[in-house]
T-cell receptor, first 115, second 113 residues
């Protein structure tokens, strides 16, 4: 199956720091990438959908200035958590989708802990 | 209101038995439904996709059914093994080839040796 690489796997940072998470599709062109947040024992909460070369579409309640998403190429999307605070601590997961492909291929996730 | 529910938060089963996980939804008309497996601290992995005009799909020891009248999908794991222990998520695909998905909360499944 297709491979999606997500880095870093773990981030521990101080409050006020900005954190960038990368999501790369290694062997296919990802026309669409999704970013999710997941709390322990809960399901995936979609944060935003991004198509290559255009602005991300954010879900209701997700601050676009807080969670900056860039999808500059067909193989790379980044999520930057700006001025992170303890309440931003969570497991962030990206997924990628090829054109007309209904399957989602997920990254391995990033556990963010803000002290 | 729109809901997607998976039958139980946790399901334990003896090794070798067949497990059945359920996914029920209300006020959606999905074009297809997917099942994913998620291990702790990892991203979900795609398992099976079944379309609205399909009744059943199989892949090795896995079988998925889709009943659009009952608005329910059943996910069966036959001859369960401890390595099958994981959280299983169902996801509704709202449009063919589209980008709109809704995920259930998952069922934590454990196979006891």
């Amino acid at each position: 199956g297709a491979v999606v690489s997500q880095h870093p796997s773990w981030v521990i940072c101080k409050s006020g720091t900005s954190v960038k998470i990368e999501c790369r599709s290694l062997d296919f062109q990802a026309t669409t990438m999704f970013w999710y947040r997941q709390f322990p024992k809960q399901s995936l909460m979609l944060m935003a959908t991004s198509n290559e070369g255009s602005k991300a579409t954010y879900e209701q309640g997700v601050e676009k200035d807080k969670f900056l998403i860039n999808h500059a190429s067909l193989t790379l999307s980044t999520l930057t958590v700006t001025s992170a605070h303890p309440e931003d601590s969570s497991f962030y997961i990206c997924s990628a989708q090829g054109q007309y492909n209904e399957k989602l291929f997920f990254g391995s996730g990033t556990q963010l802990s803000v002290l | 209101s729109q809901k997607i529910e998976q039958n139980s938060e946790a399901l334990n089963i003896q090794e070798g038995k067949t497990a059945t996980l359920t996914c029920n939804y209300t006020n959606y008309s999905p074009a297809y439904l997917q099942w994913y497996r998620q291990d702790p601290g990892r991203g979900p992995v795609f398992l099976l996709l079944i379309r609205e005009n399909e009744k059943e799909k199989r892949k090795e020891r896995l079988k998925v059914t889709f009943d659009t009248t009952l608005k329910q999908s059943l996910f069966h794991i036959t001859a369960s093994q401890p390595a099958d222990s994981a959280t299983y998520l169902c996801a509704l695909g709202l449009f063919p080839g589209g980008q709109n998905f809704v995920f259930g909360c998952g069922t934590r499944f454990s196979v006891l040796p």
